[in-house]
């Protein structure tokens, strides 16, 4: 038998280059065309499945080499035939040491596919242990192989199967998942079982022949554990995929572009650069506290200290009109004084606006709307975040006039949170959550801008081209301001970017890798991210 590469862990958050994703239909052409050329190649039947069971043995044994009894829950699918294949290798393996497989297997032995046939008839064969669940006690499994549903899973998971994921999810043993976790779909990274299965170390999933969207975003990730990928020899079959359905975000940008080169890469290559060289951004936001106390000036002083942190040469940054008989407007930043802290409206009508990136809405209030119009008319490269997509939401005027801004040749980027994208489309978040990927483009196609959808797995689409998914980030982000900080990111890298959507698409990507990275990379003995040590990461 040809066997395969050894699977390939995926080391995230920093791939080297950007990776095609395949949602359930362009997987099941690319295996139809691998199946077919691997008969032109006269390759024996069921050469696919064999690789595939090999993959699963393998990583397993090598996450687990020690184990003894080993339980393999099987689907009556295909899924469940890779398992039934490392099921019988693992009994070769144990047989001669005394340990034992446990299959629990969910099938009809009269409706299956032909892989799975096979891959049963060998199971019958080596006269595996079939039983509706493992031992427990000192004889409870010390390895698991989940192979009930990959991308076959059609609907919501009824019967019996729904306690075996749970009982998976939860054993005390490393847990291998053969494509996707069963319950997950591979699409958009729903759920689909009861409760999603909460983060463990000891889960693992292995993706075969492509890279699943799902894997990626709303649940993917936690339900995934460490993804490692096997593409079955596909690479050497030298045939030609179908277009992805997202790519996964690495240096080598996913549309085709060469990088975006950083702001301190540009400080490296040149020897004299001035200020003016690295950009201006203007934050407009922080609503000042009004008769009722009310006030979120810190979420914009944390847009622009982080477009300062990010590499802007000049942050101006221009705090919403403190309502009549209210406290002034502070006239620095006593932590961060290279801000050049201006009135809003003064701002806006200043030459600055027209040569600046404007980050608009941090902590912008009820008050942002009032100026939402002129910032549309007066920005030409723009960032908008928080209470500036609930304003533009809220009023089909300005809708239209933040769509045709792209025929002016002016760009902008939205950075909505799920809430904030439900607004903007008129739905309700579960139906965003329930597809992010559509969601997003969704979003952008109808805007016509670069659209930044937040949280696990963030999204970044622009109208035309395919989105892609960061692989950066963690759940230490999920804390009040991390989103000011990532619209001052932006809004720092595209001041140094180049004109144009696609830069633009790429710069508002690489800056939300970026401030992912950060949240990856601080230290795990500190369990608490907040918002302004984000700063000091980036
Ligand atoms: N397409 C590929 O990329 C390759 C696929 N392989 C494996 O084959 C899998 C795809 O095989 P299949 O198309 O047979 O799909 P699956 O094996 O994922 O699932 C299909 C089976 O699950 C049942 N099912 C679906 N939803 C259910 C629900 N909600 N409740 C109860 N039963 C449900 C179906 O009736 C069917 O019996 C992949 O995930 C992978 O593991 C590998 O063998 C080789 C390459
Ligand atoms: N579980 C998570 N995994 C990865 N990133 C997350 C997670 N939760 C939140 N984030 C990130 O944290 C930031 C939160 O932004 P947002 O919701 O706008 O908060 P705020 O408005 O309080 O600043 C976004 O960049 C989002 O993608």
Same mark, same amino acid.
């Given at each position: 038998?040809?066997?395969?590469?050894?699977?390939?862990?995926?080391?995230?958050?920093?791939?080297?280059?950007?990776?095609?994703?395949?949602?359930?239909?362009?997987?099941?052409?690319?295996?139809?065309?691998?199946?077919?050329?691997?008969?032109?190649?006269?390759?024996?039947?069921?050469?696919?499945?064999?690789?595939?069971?090999?993959?699963?043995?393998?990583?397993?044994?090598?996450?687990?080499?020690?184990?003894?009894?080993?339980?393999?829950?099987?689907?009556?699918?295909?899924?469940?035939?890779?398992?039934?294949?490392?099921?019988?290798? @693992?009994?070769?393996?144990?047989?001669?040491?005394?340990?034992?497989?446990?299959?629990?297997?969910?099938? *009809?032995?009269?409706?299956?596919?032909?892989?799975?046939?096979?891959?049963?008839? &060998?199971?019958?064969?080596?006269?595996?242990?079939?039983?509706? +669940?493992?031992?427990?006690?000192?004889?409870?499994?010390?390895?698991?192989?989940?192979?009930?549903?990959?991308?076959?899973?059609?609907?919501?998971?009824?019967?019996?199967?729904?306690?075996?994921?749970?009982?998976?999810?939860?054993?005390?043993?490393?847990?291998?998942?053969? *494509?996707?976790?069963?319950?997950?779909?591979? *699409?958009?990274?729903?759920?689909?079982?009861?409760?999603?299965?909460?983060?463990?170390?000891?889960?693992?999933?292995?993706?075969?022949?492509?890279?699943?969207?799902?894997?990626?975003?709303?649940?993917?990730?936690?339900?995934?554990?460490?993804?490692?990928?096997?593409? &079955?020899?596909?690479?050497?079959?030298?045939?030609?995929?179908?277009?992805?359905?997202? @790519?996964?975000?690495?240096?080598?940008?996913?549309?085709?572009?060469?990088?975006?080169?950083?702001?301190?890469?540009?400080?490296?290559?040149?020897?004299?650069?001035?200020?003016?060289?690295?950009?201006?951004?203007?934050?407009?936001?922080?609503?000042?506290?009004?008769?009722?106390?009310?006030?979120?000036?810190?979420?914009?002083?944390?847009?622009?200290?982080?477009?300062?942190?990010? /590499?802007?040469?000049?942050?101006?940054?221009?705090?919403?009109?403190?309502?009549?008989?209210?406290?002034?407007?502070?006239?620095?930043?006593?932590?961060?004084?290279?801000?050049?802290? =201006?009135?809003?409206?003064?701002?806006?009508?200043?030459?600055?606006? +027209?040569?600046?990136?404007?980050?608009?809405?941090?902590? /912008?209030?009820?008050?942002?709307?009032?100026?939402?119009?002129?910032?549309?008319?007066?920005?030409?490269?723009?960032?908008?975040?928080?209470?500036?997509?609930?304003?533009?939401?809220?009023?089909?005027?300005?809708?239209?006039? &933040?769509?045709? =801004?792209?025929?002016?040749?002016?760009?902008?980027?939205?950075?909505?949170?799920?809430?904030?994208?439900?607004?903007?489309?008129?739905?309700?978040?579960?139906?965003?959550?329930?597809?992010?990927?559509?969601?997003?483009?969704?979003?952008?196609?109808?805007?016509?801008?670069?659209?930044?959808?937040?949280?696990?797995?963030?999204?970044?689409?622009?109208?035309?081209?395919?989105?892609?998914?960061?692989?950066?980030?963690?759940?230490?982000?999920?804390?009040?301001?991390?989103?000011?900080?990532?619209?001052?990111?932006?809004? +720092?890298?595209?001041?140094?970017?180049?004109?144009?959507?696609?830069?633009?698409?790429?710069?508002?990507?690489?800056?939300?890798?970026?401030?992912?990275?950060?949240?990856? =990379? @601080?230290?795990?003995?500190?369990?608490?991210?907040?918002?302004?040590?984000?700063?000091?990461?980036?």
């Amino acid at each position: 038998m040809n066997l395969p590469a050894h699977p390939q862990r995926l080391s995230l958050p920093d791939l080297p280059r950007a990776l095609p994703l395949y949602g359930s239909q362009s997987s099941r052409a690319i295996e139809q065309r691998a199946q077919h050329e691997l008969g032109r190649q006269h390759l024996p039947a069921h050469t696919l499945m064999q690789r595939a069971g090999a993959a699963v043995f393998r990583l397993s044994a090598a996450l687990a080499p020690h184990a003894r009894r080993v339980w393999v829950v099987c689907g009556g699918g295909n899924n469940g035939s890779d398992g039934l294949l490392a099921a019988v290798a @693992w009994q070769q393996r144990l047989q001669p040491l005394g340990g034992q497989v446990c299959v629990t297997w969910l099938g *009809d032995a009269q409706r299956l596919p032909d892989d799975a046939r096979h891959a049963w008839a &060998l199971a019958q064969q080596a006269g595996l242990h079939w039983a509706e +669940a493992p031992a427990d006690g000192p004889d409870a499994p010390d390895l698991a192989i989940d192979a009930l549903f990959g991308l076959g899973l059609a609907q919501a998971v009824r019967g019996p199967a729904l306690d075996w994921i749970e009982r998976l999810q939860s054993l005390p043993c490393p847990l291998l998942c053969v *494509d996707l976790p069963s319950g997950l779909c591979a *699409d958009h990274g729903n759920w689909h079982a009861r409760a999603a299965p909460t983060a463990s170390p000891l889960r693992h999933t292995l993706s075969l022949l492509t890279l699943k969207p799902g894997l990626f975003t709303h649940h993917g990730r936690q339900a995934s554990g460490q993804i490692w990928f096997d593409d &079955l020899g596909w690479s050497q079959l030298g045939l030609a995929a179908p277009g992805p359905s997202a @790519w996964l975000h690495g240096p080598e940008t996913p549309h085709g572009m060469g990088p975006v080169p950083s702001p301190s890469l540009l400080r490296q290559r040149q020897h004299s650069p001035h200020k003016g060289t690295h950009g201006s951004v203007i934050v407009i936001g922080g609503q000042q506290p009004g008769p009722q106390g009310t006030g979120m000036t810190g979420a914009a002083v944390l847009a622009a200290r982080a477009a300062l942190r990010g /590499g802007a040469g000049r942050v101006y940054l221009g705090l919403l009109e403190p309502a009549a008989g209210t406290a002034a407007a502070p006239v620095f930043d006593p932590l961060q004084p290279e801000l050049m802290l =201006r009135p809003a409206a003064a701002l806006l009508h200043d030459p600055i606006a +027209a040569q600046s990136v404007t980050v608009c809405g941090c902590g /912008g209030g009820t008050a942002v709307a009032a100026l939402l119009a002129d910032v549309l008319a007066t920005c030409p490269r723009l960032v908008l975040d928080a209470d500036a997509l609930n304003a533009l939401a809220a009023d089909a005027a300005l809708q239209a006039q &933040l769509m045709a =801004r792209l025929d002016r040749g002016w760009q902008t980027v939205l950075t909505p949170h799920p809430l904030e994208a439900a607004r903007l489309l008129g739905c309700s978040v579960a139906q965003v959550q329930a597809d992010r990927l559509g969601a997003a483009q969704q979003l952008a196609e109808r805007s016509r801008c670069v659209v930044a959808l937040k949280g696990s797995g963030t999204v970044v689409a622009a109208p035309g081209w395919v989105p892609s998914i960061n692989p950066s980030g963690n759940a230490l982000l999920a804390s009040a301001g991390t989103g000011d900080v990532l619209a001052g990111l932006i809004g +720092a890298l595209l001041a140094t970017a180049e004109a144009g959507l696609e830069a633009t698409a790429q710069a508002a990507a690489a800056a939300v890798h970026r401030h992912g990275r950060c949240a990856d =990379r @601080w230290p795990s003995e500190q369990p608490l991210l907040c918002a302004s040590e984000l700063l000091n990461c980036l």
